[in-house]
């Protein structure tokens, strides 16, 4: 299995510890801060804030994927994004940009992007070409349908196998436009056009996922109606219940999870490590 994921100017080693990526919704409408950090001076705090909590990738969002969610149009979706990775470069950690747009996709890794996240697997007309010549990482994810009916009646005969299926074919045009392996992870995309019952199979099925394709799997379960459905908690209660999610995942193989709250996830996955393999104790 890789070992190896190049994101632009950052190359993490995935056997030593599973990382962590951060949220950063710049949006008014994200199902879970719905325009808490819409500004840029709040972007960046927060932002801050993950950095010295420990975070590897922060994933700096200007489109709302949540069910039901309006599309966006690229010059706002820009007007929303690229300050922020701007005034994010100093950071010493690597910046992902989630979008399904080409033009924010090109204009992102002009301005420094390390990673592309793309809810829409590469699929968009234009997408791999604007990625393909870059050195950036590429989050490839399965989504079925469309943010606006995908929750509406998800269906598949064997969600596993049919995840896994598109996964590889989208890491196979990705390849053969000449994108180097070490450069992808996937998404299974818990909550993206699936049940309750899909999300859970899905998570426990991480590394057969990973296994099957030869890829590291990122999991993005974090505050979903997937841990409301368990717990019976709204969006604002579901902090333990996403941890618990985080642990499971990286149980299960995941090698990167996303994720709001990062402090708290760092330290669950820091005494995970410790109980599981042995570490040297933190003297602070």
Known sequence: MPQLLQCGRFSFRLEQRPLVMGILNVTPDSFSDGGRYGTLEFAVSNAEEMASSGVDLIDIGGESTRPGAPGVPVEEELRRVMPAVYALQGLGRALSVDTCKPQVMREAIIAGADMINDINGFRTPGAIEAVKDSDCGLCIMHMQGTPQDMQARPVYEDVVREVIDFLRERADALQAAGVERERLCVDPGLGFGKTVEHNFALLRATAHIEQALGLPVLVGLSRKSMI????????????????????AAVAHGAKIVRVHDVAETVDALEVWRAATFGSTINSQ
């Open 228 to 247: 409301g459905a368990v717990t019976g908690r709204p969006v604002e209660e579901r902090l333990p219940g996403s941890i618990a999610g985080a642990l």
